[in-house]
């Protein structure tokens, strides 16, 4: 009776712990589908004054795909998280019944192929997200450099200019200068 009571409550706790793994997938899945979202609605604005992304808008760019990466680590570890747990509860069905029949086997194999292909394509995809995001950092560092560039012309251009006003300032003072020796020449020889 007590082995049969062991046996139940064991059942149960195997029961409680998969719901509760695959509302943490679900949960998670919820979560990153937000996240592509709101990595869908940065990649639509185009706030710059030419028309093109902003500074503030790849970076919000950067950050939402950085939070997608977490997001698939977090997944991709409460994958293997659940792998092993299917492992090791087919592992302790197997030592309580003493045989597994072919079927069960395949079954299982079958599971654990999907589990690392799901691994796999999700690696691939934050191997993407990276590439992305080391693209969009040097988009990013490239218009900061064409922006320092026109503010670097634009100084010099300021700068010539002011010099071109201060001359042409001296040069009136000077012509105002000769004009009232030219003035006082005439008055002094009349």
């Known amino acids: 009776m007590k082995k049969l009571?062991?046996?139940a409550?064991?059942?149960?706790w195997f029961v409680g712990a998969q719901a509760q793994q695959q509302d943490k997938l679900t949960?998670?899945?919820?979560?990153?589908?937000?996240?592509?979202?709101?990595?869908?609605?940065?990649t639509q604005q185009n706030s710059n004054f030419w028309g093109k992304k902003s500074k503030?808008?790849?970076?919000?760019?950067?950050?939402?795909?950085k939070k997608i990466i977490n997001k698939d680590s977090e997944l991709i570890g409460a994958i293997k998280e659940a792998s092993i747990k299917k492992v090791a509860e087919s592992t302790v069905e197997s030592q309580r019944e003493g045989k597994?029949?072919?079927?069960?086997q395949r079954i299982i194999s079958a599971r654990m192929a999907d589990l690392q292909s799901q691994i796999k394509t999700?690696?691939?995809?934050?191997?993407?997200?990276?590439?992305?995001?080391?693209?969009?950092?040097?988009q990013l560092n490239d218009t900061a450099e064409?922006?320092?560039?026109?503010?670097?012309v634009i100084s010099v251009l300021a700068v010539a200019a002011f010099v071109l006003l201060l001359y042409a300032v001296f040069?009136?003072?000077r012509l105002n200068n000769s004009s009232k020796k030219a003035r006082k020449k005439k008055v002094v020889k009349q």
Request: one cysteine or more.
């Open 5 to 7: 009571l062991a046996m």
């Open 9 to 12: 409550m064991c059942c149960l």
């Open 27 to 42: 949960n998670l899945m919820n979560e990153r589908e937000q996240l592509v979202m709101e990595y869908q609605f940065y």
């Open 56 to 65: 503030g808008d790849l970076m919000s760019i950067i950050e939402t795909l």
């Open 100 to 104: 597994m029949t072919v079927e069960d």
């Open 122 to 138: 999700l690696q691939t995809t934050i191997k993407k997200r990276e590439r992305t995001i080391k693209d969009l950092e040097m």
């Open 146 to 152: 064409l922006r320092y560039g026109k503010d670097k």
């Open 171 to 173: 040069l009136q003072i």
